[in-house]
């Protein structure tokens, strides 16, 4: 800016001196040339002000914030909860009461040795039991459950989120709307929706017609009585692989299909769908960018995952005891009867349990 | 003169078309990041038989920053039986020697190789600790990074998927409010990695290997040299540019990991920031003048992704290739060439290069800044317009260089970015 | 594969919801039918009310350059006349032609020079914008010595400039609404406000533009034809995007603001 005034004067200053006087045209021709120029610059400037502003006074100039200790852990919600409960339990009576306890703002726990609850009843307050926790068909837990020993709710119960230290039965129709987690086995009636996540240290069992996004046990298993699926019909495009017995990566831009009895020492990948028909065995991974179909009594050793929907048909298992894999889903996924998910199933969109 | 006239004319029309061209397809990113689907990640993948994983970090006189990086790793939550930390001591006159023996001696993890011999550089250090590394998977991070607890995980996890040859997470400045500069940094890589990165990664395109914050598949990226087995060339500067290619040339995939966050320091001087630039340019051209032909021909790629490669290797000759035509457009307009030869097409030009001369469109900066959640540093984008001739200065010097290498053969010499951490 | 309905997904996250990370986060789909009608909707008024009345806007803003050219140049020196356009003639101004002399030339050489040294070996701050003047300076240079050597073949005076200026401002104006209406596409916010955005953006284009004409009509009559290279390629329609920019920004900062903790807003994933 300095160098730009500097200029124009010097220019105007190679002018004899008799002519700076503003009636000189050549003087006023100069001075108007550096007024418009201002001007100019001015409405140039104008639409950096915002941005001056937050320059010389930032309001938002702190770095993305990166949560350091971000690990995956199914049990977060249950753990960070408990802890809060066993941090503030000093405070609460020794056998039943209600008392107040400042979380992230006040909040009233009822205290309960053993709680056995009448049907259709709504509670506001947090629930801490020092044993077991029984409810009655249709009540409602508006905030978090916690017990030292088991749950077991009746049908239709609400839980906003409840973990146990012991088992977790879950009655017909019961909705859990953020997590549910269990140190025992978890056992999930029909029609159970199971919240955003929902996981066990032992097991997980599931009737027809369940609803999850993401579950984490040991061992996942569905009930006998869920329905299955027809597999999706063979196209020509298909890349099939007959029913032997093989090695390698199979990766292709077209449909996969396995054939009945196919067995598959490697992992399979492509850019369509996969399908598995009955009785085939892959030792590695199943991954498609569209959807994968395992057929009935299937053993995949390794993770599914799929940009589309999953479906798992009856009797099939993915993963080994002992060990953690993991069907992930984007959209959808749906399990039939009899399924066995070692480990982690997730998916961004529904899962389901299929009902008869 | 007619026919040069004619000439300089065509040649500012193809300019012109292929800004066009970059603007149609960042506005293309930019509508499939805010509304299209989004491709998953695997992150959400949990499996108790995670990869074997040999994380190398190269390091010239990096004592400032050292002890960060490895104190995070440590604290990495990894299956510690399957981690290797190599660092790698390159030349360094400082006391880095000293800080990478110490932690040597008290965490068998780490393993430092201190190279004094042979060529200085990243992709010669990371060469040589290739032949020592024991993981299926490689993992990259530059000195100055500060990786979270999960990352090891978020970006191994990916090599589950047999075609995946290497993995790309998303690099966020930390030192954002030191100047004005950081601003503007921060505000590109936003738009870099939230939108351009994750959009070619959902539509199939190629989402970039970037150097740090990622990671490789050994088996696929390791050949034989002069009988021994390396993976980048020493004279190529963006060894990460020529990976990617190279596995896209293979038939193998780079996928781009957006929740895998990490902490970089961008630098807070002018100066050094061009000479970054201008590396990078120079990397990028040399790649360029290497590959373009065999992307072209490239039976493993599909249309939309050869397009796409090419665009992405081309980048950094556009704003020589604009002053070129600023040039053209000088003669055209010296030579009394009707306006509409003149005018129009710097305006059309001009128009183009303003959209792309910051190597995102300012829509999709605005866009990724407004996914992140930012507010007020938004406002700052008219910044962004200063850097027009900046960085047109720097590219242009690099692609020099490349064309230079290109023709001489000659060796390139590695240069190392500033840091300016405080102790 | 056949799968059993599903239930639509729908826009919300409920408040009972986990709050979901930013790295999948997503606005609502839109198809490309409701997209192209947002975006004629946004730019085709301001496009087509600039071909429907470009000469009396022409007309207004050489007249108004004209009344302040007026208070130092002398009224027999300037005029107004209509210049061939493309569908009606627009209307420029007329000015005197003042050609450099060949001192003034070899000092604006020797200034460019100068100046680039210095903006080039300078402060930090002002290194971005010293390579700026070094373009200025670099196209000044090149004209300079053009007019040293070859004065009597430049092909343009100013009145032909002020046609020509006038003509690229009109190709501005119809572009600024198609660019902002194609960057304001993907970001969520109502109509009437993306409207507002587009409209504040043209009238201070116009008016940015206006005194700009007025500015370079001053130089060329001034300090010569010179400079003239300058005004088209470094400090013409270049800059016309930056208020663009600034706008646009704004306005998304607003939105952003607005939107702060609102997970009504956000999809994920598709």
């Not at chain 2, 959009?199 to 050994?218: D, E, M, S, W």
Request: glycine share 8%; proline share 6%; aromatic share 12%.
């Amino acid at each position: 800016m300095k160098n730009l005034l500097l200029l124009l004067l010097l220019t105007s200053a190679a002018q004899p001196a008799a002519a700076y006087n503003l009636s000189d045209p050549e003087t006023a021709a100069t001075v108007l040339t550096l007024l418009t120029g201002v001007a100019w610059l001015a409405l140039l400037i104008v639409p950096f002000g915002p941005g001056i502003i937050e320059l010389f006074y930032p309001r938002d100039k702190m770095p993305l914030n990166i949560n350091w200790n971000f690990v995956k852990d199914p049990f977060y919600f249950f753990k960070s909860f408990r802890a809060l409960m066993l941090a503030k339990s000093y405070y609460f009576p020794k056998d039943s009461g209600t008392v107040e306890i400042q979380l992230s703002r006040p909040e009233k726990v009822d205290v309960f040795r053993r709680m056995e609850g009448a049907p259709e009843v709504n509670y506001p307050n947090i629930v801490y039991a020092k044993e077991t926790l029984t409810c009655g068909e249709g009540s409602v837990f508006v905030k978090e459950v916690y017990s030292l020993g088991d749950i077991t709710s009746g049908p239709a119960t609400v839980f906003r989120a409840a973990g146990a230290e012991g088992a977790f039965t879950l009655g017909a129709g019961t909705q859990i709307t953020r997590w549910a987690a269990a140190e025992g086995p978890m056992l999930a009636g029909e029609n159970v929706s199971l919240g955003v996540s929902a996981a066990s240290r032992k097991s997980l069992a599931l009737s027809a017609g369940c609803s999850f996004h993401a579950l984490f046990a040991p061992e996942i298993s569905t009930g006998p009585s869920a329905a299955d699926l027809p597999p999706p019909p063979a196209l020509p495009g298909d890349t099939e692989l007959p029913p032997c017995r093989t090695e390698g990566l199979l990766v292709t831009r077209a449909p996969v299909r396995l054939l009945a009895g196919t067995e598959l020492i490697g992992s399979v990948k492509s850019h369509s769908s996969v399908t598995l028909e009955d009785g085939v065995k892959v030792s590695g991974g199943i991954f498609a960018e569209g959807d994968i179909f395992v057929g009935r009594n299937c053993r995949v050793a390794g993770n599914v995952f799929a940009q589309g929907s999953v479906a798992i048909n009856h009797g099939t298992e993915i993963g080994a005891a002992g060990g953690i894999k993991s069907v992930v889903a984007k959209r959808r996924i749906l399990l039939g009867g009899g399924v066995k998910v070692f480990g982690h199933i997730s998916t961004q969109g529904r899962g389901e349990v299929l009902k008869a | 003169m007619v026919l040069a006239l004619l000439i300089l004319k065509i040649y500012v029309n193809i300019v012109i078309a292929l800004m066009v061209l970059y603007i149609a397809r960042q506005f293309r990113f930019t509508m499939n990041r805010m509304s299209g689907e989004q491709k998953m990640y695997y992150q959400d993948i949990m499996d108790s038989d995670m990869p074997s994983v040999t994380v190398l970090v190269p390091m010239h006189n990096e004592e400032l920053v050292a002890l960060n990086v490895l104190e995070r790793l440590l604290d990495a939550d990894y299956p510690k039986e399957r981690l290797e930390i190599i660092p790698i001591n390159d030349h360094s006159e400082d006391k880095t020697r000293e800080i990478l023996d110490k932690f040597a001696a008290e965490h068998p993890a780490i393993r430092p190789l201190h190279r004094y011999a042979g060529r200085r550089g990243k992709p010669a250090a990371i060469n040589e600790a290739l032949q020592r590394a024991t993981g299926e998977v490689i993992i990259v991070f530059d000195a100055d990074y500060r990786p979270p607890r999960g990352i090891l995980r978020d970006i191994a996890v990916c090599f589950k998927d047999p075609e995946v040859g290497a993995v790309m997470g998303r690099v966020v400045p930390e030192n954002v409010g030191a100047n004005l500069l950081t601003r503007m940094l921060d505000l590109e890589r936003s738009g870099g990695y939230q939108v351009d990165q994750q959009a070619r990664y959902n539509l199939g395109l190629l989402p970039q290997y970037g150097g740090t914050v990622g990671g490789f598949r050994k088996s696929y990226c390791l050949h034989t040299v002069d009988g021994e087995k390396v993976c980048f060339d020493p004279n190529i500067l963006t060894e990460d540019t020529e990976l990617t290619i190279k596995l896209y040339l293979q038939g193998k995939q780079v996928v781009y990991a957006n929740r895998a966050e990490c902490y970089e320091e961008v630098p807070e001087d002018w100066d050094v920031r061009g000479r970054q630039i201008r590396r990078w340019a120079r990397g990028h051209t040399q790649v360029m003048f290497r590959y373009l032909p065999q992307i072209y021909r490239s039976k493993m790629l599909t249309r939309r992704q050869k397009l796409d490669g090419m665009l992405l290797l081309v980048l950094y000759a556009m704003p020589p290739l604009f002053f070129l035509a600023v040039a053209a457009l000088m003669v055209l307009f010296f030579a009394g060439e009707p306006a509409y030869a003149t005018l129009l097409p710097v305006f059309f030009l001009t128009v183009a290069f303003n959209a792309f001369g910051n190597f995102s469109a300012f829509f999709q900066i605005g866009a990724a800044t407004f996914i992140d959640g930012s507010t007020y540093r938004i406002r700052l984008l008219p910044f962004l317009m200063m850097n027009v001739f900046f960085n047109g200065i720097y590219i242009s010097d690099g692609v020099i260089d490349a064309a230079l290498d290109h023709v001489s053969g000659r060796a390139t010499v590695w240069q190392k970015t500033m840091r300016f951490r405080k102790k | 594969m056949t799968l059993p309905p599903a239930a639509a997904k729908t826009s919300q996250i409920s408040k009972e919801k986990i709050f979901l990370h930013r790295s999948y986060r997503k606005l609502a789909p839109v198809t490309a039918r409701t997209l192209a009608a947002e975006g004629l909707l946004l730019a085709l008024p301001f496009v087509l009310l600039i071909i429907l009345f470009y000469p009396q806007l022409t007309l207004a803003i050489s007249r108004l350059a004209y009344k302040i050219l007026a208070i130092a140049v002398p009224p027999e020196h300037l005029g107004i006349a209509e210049v061939p356009s493309y569908i009606s003639p627009l209307y420029g101004l007329v000015i005197p032609d003042r050609f450099p002399s060949v001192g003034f030339s070899l000092a604006v050489m020797g200034l460019s020079v100068l100046v680039t040294v210095l903006a080039w070996g300078g402060r930090q701050l002002a290194k971005p914008l010293g390579s700026w003047a070094v373009f200025i300076c670099l196209i000044n240079f090149i004209s300079a010595a053009f007019f040293v050597i070859m004065p009597e073949k430049f092909p343009y005076t100013g009145s032909m400039f002020s046609g020509l200026y006038l003509q690229t401002m009109l190709t501005v104006w119809m572009l600024i609404p198609v660019v902002l209406a194609l960057s304001l596409l993907p970001m969520p916010g109502r109509r009437p406000g993306k409207f507002l955005l587009i409209t504040v953006s043209m009238a201070y284009s116009i008016l940015f533009g206006t005194v700009r004409f007025a500015f370079f009509m001053l130089v060329l009559y001034r300090y010569s034809l010179l400079f003239m290279p300058a005004m088209i390629f470094a400090v013409g329609p270049l800059l016309d995007f930056i208020f663009v920019v600034g706008f646009y920004s704004y306005y998304v900062s607003r939105v952003s603001l607005k939107i702060q903790g609102s997970e009504k807003t956000w999809y994920w994933l598709y």
